[in-house]
């Protein structure tokens, strides 16, 4: 079993950065890939990134060279840093872990989730 909780969220304006944190614990962190989903209201869950347990990434095309997603081992860790925001960003963002990084998609096949943290964005 993986405990996943987010957090960062927040209110933030156009052009804004926020950095998200999860915080995983339970099962051996380093062995999953691990990613961020969101969900904005009335839409479908849609991937982010995600990050390999090697550390390779992969990102959607609507947060390319504005967002990054990286991992801490030591500190059981993912974090996504979010620039440059849009109010189209607006969204409860989900952490997610899987021991396969292609179940980590907008399918919502990944084994483990956490809680969601609130992502606002004003224009």
């Known amino acids: 079993q993986v405990q996943l909780v987010e957090s960062g969220g927040g209110l933030a304006q156009a052009g804004d950065s926020l950095r998200l944190s999860c915080a995983a614990s339970?099962?051996?962190?380093?062995?999953?890939?691990m990613g961020w989903l969101r969900q904005a209201p009335g839409k479908e869950r849609e991937f982010v990134a995600r990050i390999r347990r090697g550390g390779s990434t992969y990102y959607a095309d609507s947060v390319k060279g504005r967002f990054t997603i990286s991992r801490d081992n030591n500190r059981n860790t993912v974090y996504l840093q979010m620039n440059s925001l849009k109010p189209e960003d607006t969204a409860v963002y989900y952490c997610a872990a899987d021991l396969d990084p292609l179940a980590i998609a907008g399918s919502g096949g990944a084994e483990y989730w956490g809680q969601g943290t609130q992502v606002t964005v004003s224009s």
């Open positions: 339970g099962r051996t962190f380093v062995n999953y890939a």
